[in-house]
């Protein structure tokens, strides 16, 4: 059974920073594409970023481009998310996702989401 379980959120005043983990269980870790998608209160899902199977290729959302950094440890099943310059509008739940092979493009399954709070 594929389990993505996101830990590291919290309330973070402006301007700070924070790192999110994703530990995945019950497939090759390895072998995914892994993304990180969000989802402010009262809006829609918003994909954040990707990280390739290597972890050698990243890409990014235009509003955290330069803030944030998608990292992953295939030896640990673990997917992280780096975010520096915290801004006010990225308060959301975040949520990793698993990709559906090795190519970039669609995810099958959600962890249950880490609430980031943005506030002073």
């Known amino acids: 059974e594929v389990q993505l379980v996101e830990s590291g959120g919290g309330l973070v005043q402006p301007g700070g920073s924070l790192r999110l983990s994703c530990a995945a269980s019950?497939?090759?870790?390895?072998?995914?594409?892994m993304n990180w998608v969000r989802q402010a209160p009262g809006k829609g899902l918003e994909w954040v970023s990707h990280i390739d199977i290597g972890g050698g290729s990243t890409r990014y959302g235009d509003s955290v481009k330069g803030r944030f950094t998608i990292s992953r440890d295939n030896a640990k099943n673990t997917l992280y998310l780096q975010m520096s310059s915290l801004k006010p509008e990225d308060t959301a739940v975040y949520y990793c996702a698993k990709g559906l092979n090795w190519s970039p493009g669609g995810m099958d399954y959600w962890g249950k989401g880490t609430l980031v709070t943005v506030s002073s």
């Open positions: 019950g497939f090759t870790f390895s072998s995914y594409v």
